[in-house]
């Protein structure tokens, strides 16, 4: 039996490793203090559904019984990627769900994020979960909840290809990790017309093939391989839960979240001119001028798919997105994070081009680096930006942005170094107009965080 650790309750969900700090007793916990969360916000009914994840079931009946204890009823959709949950709870009279998933951490890994009454919960409301179970005496409702299944894949499907629709066919490759998305992603994009090569669609827990996040360009060489072997026109690639988004041009090119918001955010701001577009600190330079050039409002804001979600409903913005990959359309859908719906969404404006490669490859971009990370002890990661925001200091004419860690804006670039929310680690990127300003720019972070860390293990 695993004992209660607050180091699971995340920024933006709740994360741990199986028989170390997450096991069914703790799940069976978590669910009860988030059924009474439910209860006290007026909601009876949690919608709940799991990824492909070997410790998945084990965790699902523990997580239903807490809920259940609670004196809330269960929707349980089995397996789905994580985007099915949220729809759930806009479909399905239940405005609270919870998606047992590790998203894109190693196997060993699990858990829960959650929706309650209609809001992705964060930071507090996520504290106040593990308050609620320490506070808890151990009592069950008068009353246990009801328990029921339900099949939401067709409907879900239903929705997307009823939503979007192709100029024209288009062959594309398709590689899920062996994530859960590989469940759903042929049969979706088959079903808008599309021939569609699937790499990796087993789900398998184990993921045997290569590690199902499609941030990091180790992980869609096979994508890139099998668009040079194949007549395929266009690699799209979903993370282990199925919220996250890559993609990679015929010639091999990783069109990276940021410059896909651009042809999004076009796409969007045609029919919602003049509203708000939010995307995060590890965004690109040229996303701002591109959406100030197409009629929007540029916002930048904090990384994290829950804040984000947050920033969304309270700007009432048409989209948001994030570095990441989590892409949020409001328009047309309903403002969370879909993988799978984006993907459907980019094709949509993609089979407008004879040659889908050269849009995306013509998008502004610069010399950039991918996310970079240095690795801390935990905890270690906060001291330190701590130190880096009270004390770096950069030559020359520069911006700082302490939205979300420092952001450094020069004339010909940016520097970003930020805390992670779920590891701890403090994350990088870089962008520059020639690589002679990325080192500039780099050498000039390495110098701050090697004065704020002496032995810092920097990546580059």
Known sequence: MVSLSKTIFKAYDIRGIIDKTLDA????????????????KGETKVVIGRDGRLSGPVLTAALAEGLQA???????????????????????????GIMVTGSHNPPDYNGFKMVLAGEAIHGEAITALYQRIVDHDGSSAATKGAY????????????IIGDVKLARPIKIAV????????AFAGDLFRGMGCEVVELFCEVDGNFPNHHPDPAHPENLQDLIRCLQETDAELGIAFDGDGDRLGVVTKDGQIIYPDRQMMLFAADVLSRHPGEQILYDVKCTRHLAPWISKHGGVPLMYKTGH?????????????????????????????????GLYSGARLLEILTREADPSKLLNSLPQSDSTPELHLHLSEGENVIVMDKLRSDAKFPGNVQIITIDGLRV????????????????????R????TPAALARIQGQFKSVILAAKPDAELPF
Not at 175 to 182: W, Y
Not at 308 to 332: C, N, Q, W, Y
């Open 409 to 428: 804006e020069y004339e010909d670039g940016f520097g970003l170094a930020r805390s992670s929310n779920t590891t701890p680690v403090i994350v990088m």
């Open 25 to 40: 007793g703790v799940a069976r916990q978590i669910g009860q203090a988030f059924g009474q969360a439910a209860l006290a």
């Open 148 to 159: 029921g299944t339900h099949d939401i894949r067709a409907q879900y499907l239903e929705r």
């Open 175 to 182: 590689d899920c990790g062996n994530g859960v998305a590989g």
């Open 70 to 96: 609670a004196g809330v009823d269960v929707i349980d959709l089995g397996v789905v990627a994580t985007p099915m949950v949220y729809f759930g709870t806009n479909v399905l009279g239940a405005a609270s």
């Open 306 to 338: 829950s804040l984000v979600k947050a920033k969304l409903r309270e700007t009432g913005a048409p989209l948001g997105g994030e570095m990441s990959g989590h892409i949020f359309f409001k328009d047309r859908w309903y403002g969370f994070d879909d």
């Open 430 to 433: 870089f962008e520059a107009e």
